[in-house]
């Protein structure tokens, strides 16, 4: 029934080695969302995607990038992880006009 | 690792008590508001929404109360359980956007 789905859902990598996070969805929602989230904090967006139409947050760094092959699926690149980004990772999708967002669960990444 | 956060304002009720969560939303233009829980490990789970043409909307044991006047969004919670205890944001964003600007959260405890 789960209809955010990411994987997996704890990620632990090296200081500075890429890792992919991935998303997938079965609501066929045009929008897919990544947000950043810390410990007692609300989550931050980083980016989203309207259909194909990336659309990156002014603060979001470059060391993050995203990827969205099809509706279903979006995936989120962190290149060159450094400690500041330990987080829990979580995608969201979304219909245009007054309808919420659906999260995932969230994946944990944690670096070493 | 992550970096220290902000702790979050907590609301301690008993079991059975009727909860209100406060939150004070920044843009007037806001016409769209929705409040998430968060269970710990999980991500945010759609509860109740409130467009700006409404004052009152309720749900099963949940009631959102808007206030454009003050921009004030409440959630009252009636009856409290247990499986209530969960950090809920509030979230707002304005039809033509499709990105939503969450406040800050609030830790409810529930006790037996």
């Known amino acids: 029934d789960a209809m955010v789905i990411q994987n997996p859902r704890y990620q632990v990598t090296q200081f500075g080695k890429p890792v992919t996070l991935s998303c997938s969805q079965t609501?066929?929602?045009?929008?897919m969302y990544w947000y950043q989230q810390k410990s007692s904090q609300a989550p931050k967006l980083l980016f989203h995607?309207?259909?194909?139409?990336?659309?990156n947050e002014a603060d979001t760094p470059d060391n993050f990038q995203s990827r969205r092959p099809n509706t279903s699926f979006c995936f989120l690149d962190i290149r060159s992880p450094g400690l500041g980004d330990a987080a829990m990772y979580l995608c969201?999708?979304?219909?245009?006009?007054?309808?919420?967002?659906?999260f995932g669960d969230g994946t944990r990444l944690s670096i070493l | 690792g992550e970096s220290v956060g902000l702790h979050l304002p907590t609301l301690s009720v008993q079991e059975g008590d009727n909860s209100i969560i406060n939150c004070a939303y920044s843009n007037s233009a806001s016409d769209y508001f929705i409040w998430y829980k968060q269970e710990s490990g999980k991500g945010p789970q759609f509860i109740i929404d409130i467009r700006s043409n409404m004052d009152k909307r309720q749900g099963q044991r949940v009631t959102v109360l808007l206030n454009k006047t003050v921009k004030h969004l409440s959630l009252q919670i009636a009856a409290t359980q247990p499986g209530d205890s969960a950090v809920y944001f509030c979230a707002e964003t304005n039809t033509g956007f499709q990105k939503l600007v969450f406040g800050t959260g609030t830790r409810l405890l529930v006790s037996p």
């Open positions: 609501l066929n929602h045009n929008v």
């Open positions: 969201a999708t979304g219909k245009q006009g007054n309808q919420p967002q659906h």
């Open positions: 995607y309207y259909d194909k139409d990336f659309n």
